[in-house]
């Protein structure tokens, strides 16, 4: 079942983009635009969401937290927060 996902440019502006539940670091480096040879870095966690941001990127995403790895399900789960909560999650963390 797909997610949705909150990314957050460096204007503040926020677009919501469908991800699987279960996405792959190449899923998500898509999702935000970038290329091959780009990773994508975890910048914290606040609750139940994460921030990622590619390799010299502004953009951020801001997706449900990642499953323990001992966890019977492997899935996150739907970003169901505001944009403006997205906006200031994405800018507490650098």
Do not use: W
Request: proline share 6%; hydrophobic share 40%.
């Amino acid at each position: 079942m797909p997610i949705e996902a909150k990314i957050v440019d460096g204007a503040k502006n926020v677009k919501t983009v469908t991800l699987p539940d279960d996405p792959s670091d190449r899923e998500m480096i898509d999702a935000i635009g970038g290329g091959p040879g780009v990773d994508i870095h975890h910048l914290s966690q606040s609750g139940d969401y994460e921030v990622l941001r590619l390799t010299g990127g502004v953009d951020k995403l801001v997706i449900g937290k990642a499953p323990q790895i001992s966890a019977p399900v492997k899935k996150r789960i739907t970003c169901t927060i505001s944009d403006a909560h997205a906006v200031n999650l994405a800018a507490s963390f650098s």
